[in-house]
């Protein structure tokens, strides 16, 4: 698609149309730009919300905990074993469908202490700022803070929020994605995502703001 809004700028500055000839190199820049983002987003769309997400909302709260059977499985892992021709999933492929409590609990050892609380959940749109090094314990820690899609800016008197993703994902995370999703906070200030939705450009759409 990019490659098709390229050839369309080079016909319309070499036919000489001025509003594109004098501002083709900025518009080449925006479509350089369209093509890293929308490749990244497809790739986010496939893998998100990540392992330690996903173990987060198995453990203490969320979409995975509230499927959870006392067999130590997901629901939708044990429906697909009886299940030998196939048929819809109840969750998809990316929700760590195979997580059992144990290893959820390996992926957080260390970090979110086993009793952890959930003292707030809400769906929001998640506005990326800063993605960190890989750490000690395979996570990068992502600066974001809860997006106002109404005036298009962060929401006033919240502060940053950080969250962790895997290297595969914290790959394509770019600077001024929009995340909607369910949002979670620990009584110990760990925050977790599950339940994405859409994951918005940083260029984001003029109608983006009249969703409402």
Request: net charge negative.
């Amino acid at each position: 698609m990019t490659s098709v809004v390229q050839r369309w700028l080079n016909a319309m500055a070499s036919a000489d149309i001025y509003e594109v000839k004098d501002h083709l190199e900025d518009l080449t820049k925006f479509v350089d730009c369209a093509r890293e983002e929308l490749l990244a987003s497809r790739a986010l769309a496939n893998e998100l919300p990540g392992m330690f997400n996903s173990a987060c909302s198995l453990l203490y709260a969320g979409a995975l905990r509230s499927l959870y059977v006392d067999k130590g499985l997901p629901k939708w892992v044990l429906a697909d074993r009886r299940n030998s021709e196939g048929g819809e999933r109840l969750m998809p492929d990316h929700m760590a469908q195979d997580l059992s409590i144990e290893q959820a609990r390996q992926l957080v050892s260390g970090i979110v202490a086993d009793d952890a609380q959930c003292t707030r959940s809400r769906p929001v749109d998640i506005l990326v700022q800063s993605v960190g090094v890989c750490g000690d314990d395979g996570l990068h820690m992502v600066s974001a803070c809860v997006f106002d899609r109404r005036n298009m800016a962060a929401v006033e008197g919240e502060d940053s929020i950080v969250l962790r993703f895997e290297t595969d994902l914290a790959s394509n995370l770019i600077p001024g994605q929009v995340i909607e999703a369910t949002l979670y906070t620990l009584g110990d200030g760990c925050n977790y995502i599950d339940a994405v939705t859409m994951i918005w450009p940083s260029y984001s759409p003029l109608d983006y703001v009249n969703l409402y």
